[in-house]
Protein backbone atom coordinates (compact mmCIF):
# COMPACT_ATOMS: atom_id res chain seq x y z
CA UNK A 1 0.00 0.00 0.00
CA UNK A 2 1.28 3.05 -0.88
CA UNK A 3 0.94 6.82 -1.29
CA UNK A 4 -2.20 9.04 0.78
CA UNK A 5 -5.35 7.49 1.44
CA UNK A 6 -9.10 8.79 1.68
CA UNK A 7 -9.73 6.55 4.42
CA UNK A 8 -11.93 8.60 7.61
CA UNK A 9 -12.21 5.91 9.97
CA UNK A 10 -10.36 2.77 10.79
CA UNK A 11 -13.04 -0.05 9.44
CA UNK A 12 -13.01 1.52 6.55
CA UNK A 13 -9.34 0.92 6.15
CA UNK A 14 -9.54 -2.40 7.50
CA UNK A 15 -12.36 -3.59 5.05
CA UNK A 16 -10.99 -1.28 2.28
CA UNK A 17 -7.77 -3.78 2.57
CA UNK A 18 -9.92 -6.61 1.48
CA UNK A 19 -11.34 -5.40 -1.43
CA UNK A 20 -7.81 -4.29 -2.87
CA UNK A 21 -5.59 -7.70 -1.54
CA UNK A 22 -8.58 -9.99 -0.83
CA UNK A 23 -6.04 -12.73 -0.57
CA UNK A 24 -2.75 -11.31 0.91
CA UNK A 25 -2.26 -12.53 4.75
CA UNK A 26 -2.89 -10.32 7.27
CA UNK A 27 -2.95 -12.10 10.98
CA UNK A 28 -1.17 -15.37 11.90
CA UNK A 29 -2.08 -16.44 15.42
CA UNK A 30 -1.67 -20.25 17.03
CA UNK A 31 -4.21 -22.91 17.89
CA UNK A 32 -4.81 -25.93 18.96
CA UNK A 33 -0.92 -26.76 18.39
CA UNK A 34 -0.39 -24.98 14.87
CA UNK A 35 0.21 -21.23 13.62
CA UNK A 36 -3.10 -20.40 11.15
CA UNK A 37 -3.31 -17.91 8.93
CA UNK A 38 -5.93 -15.37 8.03
CA UNK A 39 -6.66 -13.17 5.14
CA UNK A 40 -7.97 -10.01 4.48
CA UNK A 41 -10.75 -11.49 2.46
CA UNK A 42 -11.68 -13.56 5.86
CA UNK A 43 -11.04 -11.15 8.23
CA UNK A 44 -13.09 -8.64 6.32
CA UNK A 45 -16.28 -11.63 6.26
CA UNK A 46 -15.54 -12.67 10.15
CA UNK A 47 -15.89 -8.11 10.61
CA UNK A 48 -19.05 -7.98 8.83
CA UNK A 49 -20.46 -11.02 10.83
CA UNK A 50 -20.18 -9.99 14.12
CA UNK A 51 -21.07 -6.59 13.28
CA UNK A 52 -24.59 -8.11 12.02
CA UNK A 53 -24.12 -10.34 15.27
CA UNK A 54 -23.62 -7.43 17.95
CA UNK A 55 -26.32 -5.14 16.30
CA UNK A 56 -28.87 -8.14 16.82
CA UNK A 57 -28.47 -8.63 20.19
CA UNK A 58 -28.95 -4.63 20.74
CA UNK A 59 -25.34 -3.11 20.51
CA UNK A 60 -26.29 0.46 19.16
CA UNK A 61 -24.37 3.63 17.81
CA UNK A 62 -22.72 5.26 20.87
CA UNK A 63 -22.77 2.16 23.41
CA UNK A 64 -18.89 1.81 24.86
CA UNK A 65 -18.03 -2.40 24.42
CA UNK A 66 -15.37 -3.86 26.84
CA UNK A 67 -13.13 -6.38 25.37
CA UNK A 68 -11.26 -8.39 28.03
CA UNK A 69 -8.93 -11.08 26.30
CA UNK A 70 -5.36 -12.03 25.61
CA UNK A 71 -4.55 -11.00 22.48
CA UNK A 72 -6.23 -12.88 19.06
CA UNK A 73 -7.84 -12.17 15.94
CA UNK A 74 -11.40 -11.89 17.74
CA UNK A 75 -10.45 -8.92 19.10
CA UNK A 76 -9.09 -7.10 15.89
CA UNK A 77 -12.36 -8.65 14.34
CA UNK A 78 -14.53 -7.13 17.00
CA UNK A 79 -12.88 -3.93 17.22
CA UNK A 80 -13.83 -3.41 14.22
CA UNK A 81 -17.14 -4.50 13.62
CA UNK A 82 -18.32 -2.12 17.34
CA UNK A 83 -16.46 0.59 15.40
CA UNK A 84 -18.02 -0.28 12.17
CA UNK A 85 -21.75 -0.32 13.52
CA UNK A 86 -21.08 3.41 15.36
CA UNK A 87 -20.22 1.77 19.21
CA UNK A 88 -17.22 2.47 20.66
CA UNK A 89 -15.09 0.27 21.72
CA UNK A 90 -13.04 -0.06 25.28
CA UNK A 91 -10.12 -2.63 24.92
CA UNK A 92 -8.79 -3.25 28.43
CA UNK A 93 -6.54 -5.54 30.17
CA UNK A 94 -6.73 -8.98 31.50
CA UNK A 95 -4.61 -8.58 34.34
CA UNK A 96 -7.68 -6.27 35.91
CA UNK A 97 -8.89 -6.93 39.01
CA UNK A 98 -12.67 -7.02 39.80
CA UNK A 99 -11.90 -3.10 41.19
CA UNK A 100 -9.84 -2.01 38.29
CA UNK A 101 -12.59 -3.76 35.90
CA UNK A 102 -15.29 -1.93 38.28
CA UNK A 103 -13.89 1.39 37.38
CA UNK A 104 -13.78 1.15 33.49
CA UNK A 105 -17.27 -0.12 33.34
CA UNK A 106 -18.62 2.57 35.80
CA UNK A 107 -16.74 5.40 34.30
CA UNK A 108 -17.25 4.20 30.43
CA UNK A 109 -20.97 3.45 31.39
CA UNK A 110 -20.52 0.06 29.19
CA UNK A 111 -23.61 -2.25 29.91
CA UNK A 112 -21.92 -4.86 26.82
CA UNK A 113 -18.61 -6.83 27.05
CA UNK A 114 -16.75 -9.10 25.53
CA UNK A 115 -14.49 -11.54 27.20
CA UNK A 116 -12.14 -14.41 26.80
CA UNK A 117 -13.64 -17.29 29.08
CA UNK A 118 -16.12 -17.72 31.40
CA UNK A 119 -13.88 -16.74 34.21
CA UNK A 120 -13.62 -13.41 32.80
CA UNK A 121 -16.85 -12.98 32.21
CA UNK A 122 -17.73 -13.76 36.12
CA UNK A 123 -15.13 -11.00 37.00
CA UNK A 124 -16.46 -8.44 34.79
CA UNK A 125 -20.11 -9.93 36.07
CA UNK A 126 -18.89 -9.10 39.70
CA UNK A 127 -17.38 -5.53 38.73
CA UNK A 128 -20.49 -4.93 36.91
CA UNK A 129 -23.04 -5.65 39.89
CA UNK A 130 -26.92 -7.19 39.87
CA UNK A 131 -28.17 -6.21 36.48
CA UNK A 132 -24.85 -4.20 35.51
CA UNK A 133 -24.29 -6.01 31.96
CA UNK A 134 -27.30 -6.11 28.83
CA UNK A 135 -24.90 -8.29 27.04
CA UNK A 136 -22.08 -10.46 27.53
CA UNK A 137 -20.18 -12.33 25.26
CA UNK A 138 -17.76 -15.67 25.79
CA UNK A 139 -15.21 -15.99 23.28
CA UNK A 140 -13.95 -19.64 23.88
CA UNK A 141 -16.01 -22.62 25.42
CA UNK A 142 -19.80 -22.22 26.02
CA UNK A 143 -21.55 -19.55 27.50
CA UNK A 144 -22.51 -19.91 30.76
CA UNK A 145 -25.62 -18.73 32.17
CA UNK A 146 -27.25 -15.23 30.48
CA UNK A 147 -24.16 -14.96 28.20
CA UNK A 148 -23.79 -15.54 24.31
CA UNK A 149 -21.20 -17.69 22.39
CA UNK A 150 -18.61 -15.74 20.17
CA UNK A 151 -19.82 -18.60 17.86
CA UNK A 152 -23.42 -17.52 17.59
CA UNK A 153 -22.58 -13.57 17.14
CA UNK A 154 -19.89 -14.16 14.31
CA UNK A 155 -22.05 -16.42 12.72
CA UNK A 156 -24.37 -14.05 11.54
CA UNK A 157 -25.28 -13.91 8.07
CA UNK A 158 -24.36 -10.33 6.95
CA UNK A 159 -23.79 -7.92 3.97
CA UNK A 160 -20.44 -7.20 3.56
CA UNK A 161 -20.64 -4.92 1.06
CA UNK A 162 -23.29 -2.62 2.91
CA UNK A 163 -21.05 -2.54 6.31
CA UNK A 164 -18.36 -1.59 3.63
CA UNK A 165 -20.35 1.42 2.44
CA UNK A 166 -21.65 2.04 5.82
CA UNK A 167 -17.88 2.67 6.78
CA UNK A 168 -16.94 4.93 4.25
CA UNK A 169 -19.64 7.25 5.78
CA UNK A 170 -18.00 7.41 9.27
CA UNK A 171 -16.39 10.95 9.84
CA UNK A 172 -12.85 11.10 10.90
CA UNK A 173 -13.85 13.04 14.07
CA UNK A 174 -16.22 10.01 15.57
CA UNK A 175 -15.16 8.60 18.67
CA UNK A 176 -13.74 5.32 18.38
CA UNK A 177 -12.22 3.73 20.96
CA UNK A 178 -12.15 4.74 25.36
CA UNK A 179 -8.24 3.81 26.05
CA UNK A 180 -7.53 3.73 29.47
CA UNK A 181 -4.51 4.88 31.22
CA UNK A 182 -2.11 2.92 33.30
CA UNK A 183 -3.42 4.89 36.04
CA UNK A 184 0.60 5.03 37.30
CA UNK A 185 -0.85 8.33 39.23
CA UNK A 186 -4.20 7.80 40.53
CA UNK A 187 -7.14 6.21 38.52
CA UNK A 188 -7.35 5.60 34.84
CA UNK A 189 -8.48 8.14 32.75
CA UNK A 190 -10.33 7.23 29.54
CA UNK A 191 -8.70 9.08 26.71
CA UNK A 192 -11.11 9.86 23.97
CA UNK A 193 -9.65 8.58 20.75
CA UNK A 194 -11.16 9.76 17.26
CA UNK A 195 -10.22 7.98 14.12
CA UNK A 196 -8.19 10.57 12.90
CA UNK A 197 -5.91 10.19 15.78
CA UNK A 198 -4.83 6.51 14.88
CA UNK A 199 -4.72 7.82 11.12
CA UNK A 200 -2.44 10.58 11.83
CA UNK A 201 -0.72 8.03 13.58
CA UNK A 202 -0.50 5.93 9.85
CA UNK A 203 0.39 8.44 8.17
CA UNK A 204 3.36 9.40 10.35
CA UNK A 205 4.62 6.11 10.00
CA UNK A 206 3.69 5.76 5.78
CA UNK A 207 7.62 6.91 4.75
CA UNK A 208 9.66 5.14 6.98
CA UNK A 209 7.64 1.48 6.12
CA UNK A 210 7.78 2.26 2.62
CA UNK A 211 11.66 2.74 3.06
CA UNK A 212 12.43 -0.14 4.94
CA UNK A 213 10.55 -2.37 2.51
CA UNK A 214 8.29 -3.73 4.85
CA UNK A 215 5.51 -5.10 2.94
CA UNK A 216 4.88 -8.52 2.87
CA UNK A 217 7.15 -8.96 6.40
CA UNK A 218 5.57 -10.56 9.85
CA UNK A 219 5.45 -8.08 12.97
CA UNK A 220 5.36 -9.98 16.26
CA UNK A 221 2.82 -8.68 18.40
CA UNK A 222 3.12 -9.29 22.02
CA UNK A 223 2.27 -6.05 24.14
CA UNK A 224 -1.04 -6.12 25.11
CA UNK A 225 -3.77 -4.89 22.56
CA UNK A 226 -5.58 -3.20 25.27
CA UNK A 227 -2.52 -0.75 25.56
CA UNK A 228 -2.70 2.10 23.07
CA UNK A 229 0.45 1.36 21.30
CA UNK A 230 0.05 -1.93 20.63
CA UNK A 231 -3.74 -1.24 19.57
CA UNK A 232 -2.58 1.41 17.36
CA UNK A 233 0.21 -0.46 15.87
CA UNK A 234 -2.07 -3.70 15.02
CA UNK A 235 -4.65 -1.35 12.75
CA UNK A 236 -1.96 0.46 11.05
CA UNK A 237 0.65 -2.18 10.39
CA UNK A 238 -1.79 -4.51 8.07
CA UNK A 239 -2.48 -0.94 6.00
CA UNK A 240 0.81 -1.18 5.03
CA UNK A 241 0.97 -4.59 4.21
CA UNK A 242 2.73 -5.94 7.22
CA UNK A 243 1.43 -9.44 9.13
CA UNK A 244 0.42 -9.25 12.28
CA UNK A 245 1.33 -12.56 14.49
CA UNK A 246 -0.09 -13.39 17.46
CA UNK A 247 2.61 -14.12 19.91
CA UNK A 248 1.74 -17.38 22.26
CA UNK A 249 3.16 -15.30 25.15
CA UNK A 250 6.22 -13.90 26.90
CA UNK A 251 7.19 -17.32 28.05
CA UNK A 252 7.73 -18.33 24.35
CA UNK A 253 8.88 -15.09 22.28
CA UNK A 254 12.52 -14.97 22.82
CA UNK A 255 11.60 -18.62 21.06
CA UNK A 256 9.30 -16.97 18.30
CA UNK A 257 12.01 -14.22 17.23
CA UNK A 258 13.72 -17.24 15.98
CA UNK A 259 10.88 -18.95 14.47
CA UNK A 260 8.65 -16.18 12.89
CA UNK A 261 11.46 -13.71 12.58
CA UNK A 262 9.84 -10.43 12.55
CA UNK A 263 10.95 -7.70 10.81
CA UNK A 264 9.31 -5.40 13.43
CA UNK A 265 8.84 -5.64 17.30
CA UNK A 266 7.42 -3.19 19.48
CA UNK A 267 8.27 -3.15 23.00
CA UNK A 268 8.52 -1.27 26.81
CA UNK A 269 11.20 -0.87 28.32
CA UNK A 270 11.15 -3.73 30.88
CA UNK A 271 11.13 -6.16 27.91
CA UNK A 272 15.00 -4.34 27.43
CA UNK A 273 16.01 -4.91 31.26
CA UNK A 274 14.77 -8.76 30.91
CA UNK A 275 16.69 -9.21 27.89
CA UNK A 276 19.88 -7.62 28.75
CA UNK A 277 19.79 -9.52 31.92
CA UNK A 278 19.32 -12.85 30.51
CA UNK A 279 21.69 -11.80 27.53
CA UNK A 280 24.51 -11.17 30.77
CA UNK A 281 23.26 -14.25 32.62
CA UNK A 282 24.54 -16.54 29.72
CA UNK A 283 27.49 -14.33 29.66
CA UNK A 284 28.33 -14.88 32.90
CA UNK A 285 28.44 -18.75 31.95
CA UNK A 286 30.49 -18.41 28.85
CA UNK A 287 34.06 -19.78 29.04
CA UNK A 288 36.67 -16.63 29.81
CA UNK A 289 37.63 -16.15 26.17
CA UNK A 290 33.90 -15.76 24.98
CA UNK A 291 33.56 -13.09 28.14
CA UNK A 292 36.26 -11.21 26.78
CA UNK A 293 35.48 -10.79 23.18
CA UNK A 294 31.52 -10.01 24.20
CA UNK A 295 32.88 -7.10 26.91
CA UNK A 296 35.20 -5.81 23.78
CA UNK A 297 31.92 -5.72 21.50
CA UNK A 298 30.13 -3.83 24.27
CA UNK A 299 32.95 -1.32 24.44
CA UNK A 300 33.82 -0.55 20.88
CA UNK A 301 29.96 -0.63 20.20
CA UNK A 302 29.70 2.39 22.89
CA UNK A 303 32.48 4.51 21.36
CA UNK A 304 31.11 4.00 18.04
CA UNK A 305 27.82 5.34 18.89
CA UNK A 306 29.40 8.29 20.60
CA UNK A 307 32.41 8.45 17.20
CA UNK A 308 35.21 8.14 19.65
CA UNK A 309 36.92 4.95 17.83
CA UNK A 310 40.32 4.99 17.14
CA UNK A 311 41.88 3.84 13.79
CA UNK A 312 43.27 0.89 15.79
CA UNK A 313 39.81 0.15 17.36
CA UNK A 314 37.81 0.78 14.04
CA UNK A 315 39.55 -2.48 13.20
CA UNK A 316 39.37 -4.26 16.04
CA UNK A 317 35.37 -3.33 15.87
CA UNK A 318 34.88 -4.78 12.00
CA UNK A 319 36.47 -8.17 13.48
CA UNK A 320 34.06 -7.96 16.11
CA UNK A 321 31.13 -7.15 13.60
CA UNK A 322 32.33 -10.36 11.97
CA UNK A 323 32.36 -12.65 15.08
CA UNK A 324 30.14 -11.67 18.13
CA UNK A 325 27.42 -9.14 16.54
CA UNK A 326 25.77 -11.68 14.46
CA UNK A 327 25.62 -14.33 17.03
CA UNK A 328 23.49 -11.70 19.19
CA UNK A 329 21.06 -10.55 16.50
CA UNK A 330 20.60 -14.33 15.64
CA UNK A 331 18.51 -14.58 18.60
CA UNK A 332 16.09 -12.19 16.81
CA UNK A 333 15.65 -13.60 13.61
CA UNK A 334 17.40 -12.80 10.30
CA UNK A 335 14.85 -10.61 8.64
CA UNK A 336 14.80 -7.82 12.11
CA UNK A 337 14.66 -4.22 10.52
CA UNK A 338 14.02 -2.57 14.27
CA UNK A 339 13.02 -3.36 17.83
CA UNK A 340 10.89 -0.09 18.60
CA UNK A 341 10.42 1.01 22.14
CA UNK A 342 7.82 3.16 23.47
CA UNK A 343 5.59 3.09 26.48
CA UNK A 344 8.08 4.69 28.84
CA UNK A 345 11.39 6.37 28.47
CA UNK A 346 14.04 3.69 27.54
CA UNK A 347 17.50 4.82 29.45
CA UNK A 348 20.46 5.70 26.41
CA UNK A 349 22.69 3.15 28.33
CA UNK A 350 20.23 0.52 27.67
CA UNK A 351 19.63 1.24 24.23
CA UNK A 352 23.19 1.68 23.74
CA UNK A 353 23.86 -1.92 25.54
CA UNK A 354 21.75 -3.16 22.29
CA UNK A 355 22.69 -1.02 19.62
CA UNK A 356 26.72 -1.45 20.92
CA UNK A 357 25.71 -5.10 20.42
CA UNK A 358 24.42 -4.71 16.45
CA UNK A 359 20.58 -4.85 17.69
CA UNK A 360 18.45 -2.50 16.10
CA UNK A 361 17.00 -0.41 19.12
CA UNK A 362 14.74 2.14 18.10
CA UNK A 363 13.25 4.88 20.59
CA UNK A 364 9.67 6.72 20.36
CA UNK A 365 7.62 8.85 22.06
CA UNK A 366 4.29 9.27 22.42
CA UNK A 367 1.32 9.20 25.02
CA UNK A 368 -2.44 7.58 24.87
CA UNK A 369 -3.98 11.10 24.44
CA UNK A 370 -2.06 11.28 21.26
CA UNK A 371 -2.74 8.68 19.17
CA UNK A 372 0.35 6.99 20.52
CA UNK A 373 2.81 7.90 18.83
CA UNK A 374 4.63 11.37 18.85
CA UNK A 375 7.86 11.02 17.28
CA UNK A 376 10.38 8.39 16.80
CA UNK A 377 14.19 7.63 15.89
CA UNK A 378 14.63 6.19 12.41
CA UNK A 379 16.70 3.61 11.61
CA UNK A 380 19.09 5.56 8.93
CA UNK A 381 19.33 8.37 11.66
CA UNK A 382 19.21 6.91 15.58
CA UNK A 383 20.21 8.92 18.24
CA UNK A 384 20.19 6.71 21.44
CA UNK A 385 19.90 9.64 23.43
CA UNK A 386 16.82 11.49 21.95
CA UNK A 387 13.43 9.62 21.07
CA UNK A 388 13.75 11.21 17.57
CA UNK A 389 11.86 14.21 15.59
CA UNK A 390 8.18 14.48 15.50
CA UNK A 391 6.56 12.44 12.73
CA UNK A 392 5.14 14.32 10.25
CA UNK A 393 1.83 16.27 10.91
CA UNK A 394 2.94 16.87 14.65
CA UNK A 395 3.55 20.60 16.08
CA UNK A 396 5.52 20.03 18.57
CA UNK A 397 7.06 22.89 21.09
CA UNK A 398 8.83 23.18 24.11
CA UNK A 399 7.28 25.60 26.55
CA UNK A 400 9.16 27.98 28.47
CA UNK A 401 8.78 25.97 31.74
CA UNK A 402 10.72 22.94 29.88
CA UNK A 403 7.04 21.14 29.17
CA UNK A 404 6.47 19.07 25.97
CA UNK A 405 3.30 20.57 24.17
CA UNK A 406 1.97 19.14 20.94
CA UNK A 407 -1.04 19.53 18.76
CA UNK A 408 -2.49 18.41 15.41
CA UNK A 409 -4.86 15.65 14.48
CA UNK A 410 -3.19 12.89 16.36
CA UNK A 411 -4.50 14.54 19.44
CA UNK A 412 -7.29 13.15 21.52
CA UNK A 413 -10.59 15.32 22.01
CA UNK A 414 -10.43 14.72 25.85
CA UNK A 415 -10.69 12.53 28.98
CA UNK A 416 -14.06 10.86 29.00
CA UNK A 417 -16.70 12.50 31.69
CA UNK A 418 -13.75 14.34 33.22
CA UNK A 419 -14.10 18.13 31.44
CA UNK A 420 -11.88 19.67 34.26
CA UNK A 421 -8.91 17.02 33.34
CA UNK A 422 -9.91 17.67 29.43
CA UNK A 423 -9.10 21.48 30.54
CA UNK A 424 -6.14 21.30 32.05
CA UNK A 425 -4.56 18.77 29.85
CA UNK A 426 -5.48 20.65 26.82
CA UNK A 427 -5.06 24.37 26.74
CA UNK A 428 -3.43 27.22 24.98
CA UNK A 429 -0.46 28.65 25.54
CA UNK A 430 0.25 30.98 28.24
CA UNK A 431 -0.79 34.16 26.27
CA UNK A 432 -1.67 32.60 22.66
CA UNK A 433 -5.29 33.55 22.59
CA UNK A 434 -7.48 31.66 20.23
CA UNK A 435 -6.33 28.63 17.85
CA UNK A 436 -6.34 25.27 18.42
CA UNK A 437 -5.13 24.62 21.97
CA UNK A 438 -1.86 22.21 23.07
CA UNK A 439 -1.75 18.63 24.57
CA UNK A 440 0.17 19.38 27.88
CA UNK A 441 1.80 16.13 28.00
CA UNK A 442 3.25 16.51 31.77
CA UNK A 443 6.88 15.50 30.61
CA UNK A 444 10.03 17.50 30.24
CA UNK A 445 12.11 17.76 27.16
CA UNK A 446 14.36 19.56 25.42
CA UNK A 447 14.42 20.10 21.27
CA UNK A 448 18.23 19.31 19.89
CA UNK A 449 18.38 20.00 16.48
CA UNK A 450 14.81 19.24 15.02
CA UNK A 451 15.14 15.65 18.28
CA UNK A 452 13.61 15.62 21.05
CA UNK A 453 14.90 14.58 24.11
CA UNK A 454 12.61 14.01 27.52
CA UNK A 455 14.26 14.83 30.60
CA UNK A 456 11.83 14.01 32.60
CA UNK A 457 7.76 14.13 34.26
CA UNK A 458 7.11 17.52 35.07
CA UNK A 459 5.23 16.31 38.18
CA UNK A 460 7.73 13.50 38.80
CA UNK A 461 10.73 15.72 39.93
CA UNK A 462 11.55 15.63 43.85
CA UNK A 463 12.67 18.92 45.23
CA UNK A 464 14.53 18.51 48.66
CA UNK A 465 14.88 19.90 51.77
CA UNK A 466 17.77 22.24 50.33
CA UNK A 467 15.75 23.32 47.44
CA UNK A 468 16.76 21.46 44.53
CA UNK A 469 15.59 19.45 42.09
CA UNK A 470 16.28 16.25 41.37
CA UNK A 471 14.96 13.54 38.42
CA UNK A 472 14.02 10.56 39.96
CA UNK A 473 13.99 9.09 36.40
CA UNK A 474 17.46 9.32 36.05
CA UNK A 475 18.64 8.17 39.71
CA UNK A 476 16.39 5.14 39.08
CA UNK A 477 17.46 4.54 35.49
CA UNK A 478 21.31 4.34 36.71
CA UNK A 479 20.52 2.29 39.67
CA UNK A 480 18.67 -0.34 37.71
CA UNK A 481 21.59 -0.31 34.74
CA UNK A 482 23.04 -2.08 37.44
CA UNK A 483 23.44 -5.56 37.29
CA UNK A 484 22.54 -6.24 41.50
CA UNK A 485 19.63 -4.39 41.13
CA UNK A 486 16.28 -5.29 39.09
CA UNK A 487 13.76 -2.59 41.19
CA UNK A 488 14.57 0.93 42.41
CA UNK A 489 12.43 4.11 43.33
CA UNK A 490 13.87 6.82 45.14
CA UNK A 491 11.99 9.33 47.29
CA UNK A 492 12.80 12.31 48.87
CA UNK A 493 10.25 15.61 48.15
CA UNK A 494 10.87 18.29 51.18
CA UNK A 495 14.43 15.44 52.99
CA UNK A 496 17.82 16.49 53.10
CA UNK A 497 18.72 13.71 50.79
CA UNK A 498 17.32 10.86 48.49
CA UNK A 499 16.02 7.37 50.22
CA UNK A 500 16.02 4.55 47.94
CA UNK A 501 13.71 1.51 47.77
CA UNK A 502 15.76 -1.49 46.09
CA UNK A 503 14.76 -4.52 44.74
CA UNK A 504 17.98 -7.11 44.13
CA UNK A 505 17.90 -8.71 40.88
CA UNK A 506 18.03 -12.78 41.09
CA UNK A 507 21.45 -14.15 42.54
CA UNK A 508 22.56 -10.64 44.06
CA UNK A 509 22.21 -9.83 47.98
CA UNK A 510 22.33 -6.94 50.25
CA UNK A 511 25.79 -6.23 49.77
CA UNK A 512 25.77 -6.94 46.42
CA UNK A 513 23.35 -3.84 46.27
CA UNK A 514 25.16 -2.08 48.43
CA UNK A 515 28.05 -1.78 46.46
CA UNK A 516 25.94 -0.88 43.41
CA UNK A 517 24.55 2.07 45.24
CA UNK A 518 28.00 2.85 45.70
CA UNK A 519 29.18 3.23 42.03
CA UNK A 520 25.86 4.88 40.94
CA UNK A 521 26.47 7.49 43.99
CA UNK A 522 30.31 8.24 42.35
CA UNK A 523 28.51 9.23 39.09
CA UNK A 524 25.77 11.63 40.53
CA UNK A 525 26.04 14.73 42.02
CA UNK A 526 25.38 15.28 45.36
CA UNK A 527 22.14 16.48 45.75
CA UNK A 528 21.07 13.14 43.67
CA UNK A 529 22.74 10.93 45.37
CA UNK A 530 21.18 7.78 47.20
CA UNK A 531 22.31 8.02 51.15
CA UNK A 532 19.84 5.51 52.84
CA UNK A 533 18.06 2.32 51.27
CA UNK A 534 16.28 -0.35 52.12
CA UNK A 535 15.82 -3.96 50.29
CA UNK A 536 12.30 -4.45 49.12
CA UNK A 537 10.03 -7.19 48.02
CA UNK A 538 9.56 -7.22 44.04
CA UNK A 539 6.93 -4.73 42.64
CA UNK A 540 4.61 -6.73 40.50
CA UNK A 541 1.35 -6.43 39.08
CA UNK A 542 -0.15 -9.01 41.77
CA UNK A 543 0.72 -7.07 44.55
CA UNK A 544 -0.23 -3.40 42.55
CA UNK A 545 3.04 -1.79 42.08
CA UNK A 546 3.08 -2.61 38.02
CA UNK A 547 1.03 -1.17 35.29
CA UNK A 548 0.11 -4.35 32.66
CA UNK A 549 2.84 -2.85 30.58
CA UNK A 550 5.31 -3.03 33.85
CA UNK A 551 5.35 0.46 34.59
CA UNK A 552 5.78 1.34 38.24
CA UNK A 553 3.03 2.88 39.93
CA UNK A 554 5.47 5.53 42.09
CA UNK A 555 2.79 6.81 43.87
CA UNK A 556 1.67 2.97 45.04
CA UNK A 557 4.93 2.42 45.73
CA UNK A 558 5.84 5.12 47.98
CA UNK A 559 2.42 4.63 49.63
CA UNK A 560 2.60 0.75 50.82
CA UNK A 561 6.47 1.50 51.77
CA UNK A 562 5.41 5.29 53.94
CA UNK A 563 6.64 2.86 57.06
CA UNK A 564 9.99 1.86 55.09
CA UNK A 565 11.41 5.04 54.28
CA UNK A 566 9.78 6.58 57.62
CA UNK A 567 12.58 4.15 58.87
CA UNK A 568 15.05 5.26 56.90
CA UNK A 569 14.40 8.66 57.44
CA UNK A 570 14.97 7.71 61.41
CA UNK A 571 18.63 6.64 60.33
CA UNK A 572 19.31 10.19 59.89
Not at 41 to 57: E, M, S, W
Not at 289 to 301: A, H, N, S
Not at 370 to 398: K, Q, Y
Not at 429 to 452: I, K, S, Y
Request: net charge neutral; with cysteine.
Amino acid sequence: MTGPTAWNSLPAMMLDLARREPGAPMLRYWRQGAWHRMDRAAFAKAVAATAAGLRAKGVSPGDRVVIVAPNRPEILIADTAIMAIGAVTVPTYTTNTVADHAHILGDSGARAVIAADAATAAKLREAAGEGGLDLVVVMDGEAPEGAVAWAEVASTEAGLAMLMAEADEIPSGRLACLIYTSGTGGKPKGVMLPHRSMLANREGIRDIIERLHLKGQPYLSFLPLSHAYEHTVCFLLPSHGMEVVFSRGADKVAGEFREIEPAIITAVPRIFEVLRARIEGEIAKAKPLQRRLFEKTLELGLKRLDGRLGLLEKLQDMVLERLVRPKIRDRFGSRLAAIVSGGARLDPALSGYFLALGVPVLQGYGQTEAGPVISVNLPWDNHRRTVGPPLPGVELVIAPDGEVLVRGPLVMDGYWNQPDATATALRPLDGEAGGEPWLHTGDMGVLEEGRLRITDRKKDFIKTLGGEMVSPAKVESLLMAEPAIAQAVVAGEGEPALSGLIVPADGYDAEAVTAALRKVNARLSPPERVRRHAIVPAFTQDNGMLTPTMKVKRRVVLEAHAGVLEGLKRQG
